[in-house]
């Protein structure tokens, strides 16, 4: 059986009948109904032909086996790891993980909070600093953040006063150096650059950035630059090792106001780049301002303890252009599978990997110098750092032995040990250099001073998991606390919920893909670079753009990196002052604040009664900013759900002022074969390729967000201080990275050949007959806000739930409602509060479809029964929902509604019922009580 029958949930036979249901005689024929004729594609996708999932799986072998598996101690803050079966097993290959959605819905996200949560009280503690959040997409990033937030926290007379200086010390990674100079040069910050230990910091600088242990592996004293950054209202980033953490002194204790850092050493494998889950933690002065997501205790509408995503009100969905940072998709699986390393392990486990690496290195050095070598390294954890005058000869012989080092710093190189790394390794090293002359050592070459001598990883949950079984429980019972694609349907509007095939997923495991150093030499690489410019190729046919670049490690990235192509494509025709950017009012929240960050002005273009961009007020606000229009950022088709008839129209306005156009591509999986980005005008798209190429979103990230650009946008794509890739005149790197979260591109590229061209246009035509298909089925019983001319939708719709506030019902206690049935509600009040935008992919059933749309007709009827009074406004099965199997069983029940109608609305879930662990949980509480590392035991009794 070909691929596409197994990636597409409905058959031939049931599509027929789903289309005559319709009042079409074929899919053809919806289509034209859908997609406006001037932009659908004459001809299909120029692209290989459908391959079964076996042949894709041999070939993606072979293609591995091109990549060379060397020992590498390159560093700069990628290291092998060993990844715990019961982790990998249970989490890494583990659909109940890796396909739920970001915990927005916290009733059935539960597990993964927990997980998160852990995530969190693992990072506050080994950094010493009170607050932290549930991951970032990689730690160069993650340090732009800090640098922003610090920026944007500046004291009034600090503004005044026009403070914009932020030193960097020279002993910063490369990669981190390139992406704080990307995300300064739109905003005005000066960078400085350094020896932080000989520079006297005044009040000109409102914060500084050190690397901990640095660059060359050494372990400073920063406590001087803290003094004097505190001294003038300045603050202190500080990006360290956390593993290292269990053996030096932490940030805290010398005066940091940020760490920040990446938890890839704690058993995520290093897969050419990432994903990985970066880290942030801060004082709780800085709560309202951390970038990300914070996991937080709250309670149940029982009491009951329950965790939630916190103080969502700073993030960019809410504020908009007002949000100091754009993130959405985070690294959540990675951070859960960080977590659980570290509840595996325990302080004391930690503590002991850490121990052997440094004894390692400290025995390593001794070789060396007993060589007669120069070492310069005086004050270390892992890295060594040894004097070389001919490094090429030393090259030539560390890569015939099969090691890699690291060579970017003139007369060095540095040997960065990991937990990989045996006794027997370090012998193969010291040969490398001449002799084999290992000693043991029973000491680390971290001094004294800088030894940690505070606990951490105290709370019980580190503590009892350390047998298998114990383990392999723990993380069973939080998965099943979670409702994921496992389960059922997640009909998420603009989220693209579709099947994360197996095979799609089965070479992330395999070690020729995931033990690859990002910065090896290239001739190591043969295979994964066929497959990034496989899966290039690939994107470029389906978006019909000239170039694409995989750098951007999520959507909200990819936004940013269009939008900095385009400034930098404005400047270098001498036109730097075009800095308005255009955006609908539905635009999504990532898209101003994207704008924001590029260094653009934002002016928001009205939508209109049908809502589609309103044409007339496009052109008066493109007309009124004509010397100064840098941009348009759309949507296509619109977050209306709905393929605007005039979108060429809208497009031609921005190109005759000297505008560009900038396409969101969120709802890219009902183009894909049918229309393109390029067709309708865009210059530049980025694609979720977590969306519509199959990605998992794995409970908030990963993500990859490559962006495709028109042929003169094409030399303007980031670049890499480490490794040569982007435009000759690329813009600084965005993601640490040069293909950021390479691994999962493996996924992407599998999706598309084995569906072919053919098979994604299937794909592509099915999502839209679904979503078409529940909008017949739902209409009758919910007011449909949006359709194009034909009265058909593109791959999702909106469902108006305002007109039951009458009656006292929410959307949201219809999204809680829905929990009862099995279901994740669709996503709720966006792009128009109060409602519910539907989007139930191509992956999905006709039976599947058919229970949604019976649950969401029965909780209509519910709501009709309480208009005739048959349930009083404050005691029917909507506000009472989520009903838990506690609630259920308790001796008392005073409702006005059977247990029945609670638990089994419909009947159908006796079989398979998802028990919800939690009742209806107090927002509003939790963010009152901000509590974001893992409450004592007794809390919980």
Known sequence: MLFTQRHIGTTDIERISMLKELGYSSMDELIEKTIPSKIRLARGLEFSKTITESKWLANVKRIAHKNKVFKTYIGLGYHDTETPSVILRNVFENPGWYTAYTPYQAEISQGRLEALLNFQTMVSDLTGLPIANASLLDESTAAAEAMIMLYNSRKRAVVKEGVKKFFIDEGTFPQTLAVLKNRAKPLGIDLVIGSILNTNIDNSYFGAFVQYPNLKGEIEDYQKAADQLHEHNGFLVVATDILGLALIKEPSKFGADV?????????????????????????????RNIPGRIIGVSKDAKGNPAFRMALQTRE??????????????????????????????GSKGIQKIASDIAKRAKALKKGLENQGYEVVSENYFDTVAVKIEDKETLKSKAEEAGVNFYYGIENLVLISLNETTKNTHVKAILEVFGKNNFEFSTETGIQ?????????????????????????????????????????????G????????????IPLSWREFNSIHPFVPINQTEGYLTIINDLKDALKTATGFADVTLQPNSGAQGEYAGLMVIRAYHEDNGESNRNICLIPSSAHGTNPASAIMAGFKVVVVNCDENGNIDLNDLKNKAEENRANLGALMVTYPSTHGVFEEGIIDITDVIHELGGQVYMDGANMNAQVGLTNPATIGADVCHLNLHKTFAIPHGGGGPGLGPIGVAQHLAPFLPSHPVVKTGGFKGIDALAAAPYSSALIAIISLGYCRMLGAEGMKSATQSAILNANYLKNKLENYYPILYAGKNNTVAHEMIVDCRGFKDVGITVTDIAKRLIDFGFHAPTVSFPVVGTMMIEPTESESKEELDRFAEAMITIANEIKEI???????????????????????????????????????NGDSLQNKYWVPVSRIDDAFGDRNLVCTCPSIEEYV
């Not at 908009?320 to 570290?342: D, F, G, H, P």
């Open 867 to 905: 208009e005739k009074g048959i349930y009083p406004k404050d005691d029917n099965p909507l506000v009472n929902a989520p009903h838990t199997a506690q609630t259920l069983i308790a001796n008392e029940w005073n409702h006005a509604y059977s247990r029945e109608k609670a638990a089994y609305p």
């Open 494 to 505: 603009s989220c693209t919920m579709k099947l994360n095939a197996a095979s799609e997923m």
């Open 316 to 345: 960019q969905h809410i504020k908009r252009e007002k949000a100091t940072s754009n993130i959405c998709t985070a690294q959540a699986l990675l951070a859960v599978m960080a977590s659980m390393y570290a509840v595996y392990h």
């Open 259 to 287: 760490v920040v850092g990446t938890t890839q050493r704690f058993g995520v494998p290093i897969g050419f780049g990432g994903p990985h889950a970066a880290f942030f933690a801060t004082h709780e002065v800085f709560k």
């Open 448 to 492: 004294l001073p800088f030894k940690r001598t505070s606990k951490y990883l105290q709370h019980p949950v580190f503590n009892k998991y350390h047998s298998e079984t114990e383990m392999m429980r723990y993380l069973k019972r939080l998965e099943n606390k979670d409702l994921s694609l496992v389960h059922s349907m997640i009909s998420l």
